[in-house]
T-cell receptor, first 114, second 110 residues
Framework: GAGVSQTPSNKVTEKGKYVELRCDPI?????LYWYRQSLGQGPEFLIY????????DSGLPNDRFFAVRPEGSVSTLKIQRTERGDSAVYLC????????????FGEGSRLTVL | QQPVQSPQAVILREGEDAVINCSSS?????VHWYRQKHGEAPVFLMI?????EQKGHDKISASFNEKKQQSSLYLTASQLSYSGTYFC???????????FGTGTSLTVIP
């Protein structure tokens, strides 16, 4: 694709529900990052993939959060038993390889947990 | 591990200059600068690699002092379009974690 695509752009869910957020990176980009951004804050690192493997998931806040990238392209961020504090914009970014220049961001998925 | 930026917010009149600072507690391989407008994704401005280099395009430039683990973004003769929140992004040589700074809100008024 031309750019990083994230779906859905908006998701409203109820507390306790399960949510999946999808990221389709730029073709050929092996490095993929997930961030969470709350209002007025900087993007908070969640997880980094190099290819299919999670090279670093130290930013995931707890075991309710999980992410996969089974074929080294599309990634899905999964949140179980959502809480109101999970409400934020979830940003995905990709680049050709680690430590190789700018991150290309998607438009984000805004999650609201009621 | 999140880099700290200063100031947190700044208001400028068109044509004035500003400096935004980014400081890390960790040894850095590179520093990026991004600008984010409300409701939009961050947009890349420039990257600086270790070596104390300076870079710039148009009226925006930046420097990186790897010994001090600091970077500064310089905006000269500011324009209304410069308004937004500026973030530095830092990474170490492994590239596993890319951290964004605390952010600096910049508002340019006529």
């Amino acid at each position: 694709g031309a750019g990083v695509s994230q779906t859905p752009s908006n998701k409203v869910t109820e507390k306790g529900k399960y949510v999946e957020l999808r990221c389709d990176p730029i073709s050929g980009h092996t490095a993929l990052y997930w961030y969470r951004q709350s209002l007025g804050q900087g993007p908070e690192f969640l997880i980094y993939f190099q290819g299919t493997g999670a090279a670093d998931d130290s930013g995931l806040p707890n075991d309710r959060f999980f992410a996969v990238r089974p074929e080294g392209s599309v990634s899905t961020l999964k949140i179980q038993r959502t809480e109101r504090g999970d409400s934020a914009v979830y940003l995905c970014a990709s680049r050709p390889a680690p430590v190789t220049g700018e991150l290309f961001f998607g438009e984000g998925s805004r999650l609201t947990v009621l | 591990q999140q880099p700290v930026q200063s100031p947190q917010a700044v208001i400028l009149r068109e044509g004035e200059d500003a400096v935004i600072n980014c400081s890390s507690s960790k040894a850095l391989y590179s520093v990026h600068w991004y600008r984010q407008k409300h409701g939009e994704a961050p947009v890349f401005l420039m990257i600086l690699l270790k070596g104390g280099e300076q870079k710039g395009h148009d009226k925006i430039s930046a420097s990186f002092n790897e010994k001090k683990q600091q970077s500064s973004l310089y905006l000269t003769a500011s324009q209304l379009s410069y308004s937004g929140t500026y973030f530095c992004g830092t990474e170490r040589s492994t590239g596993n974690q890319f951290y964004f700074g605390t952010g600096t809100s910049l508002t340019v008024i006529p």
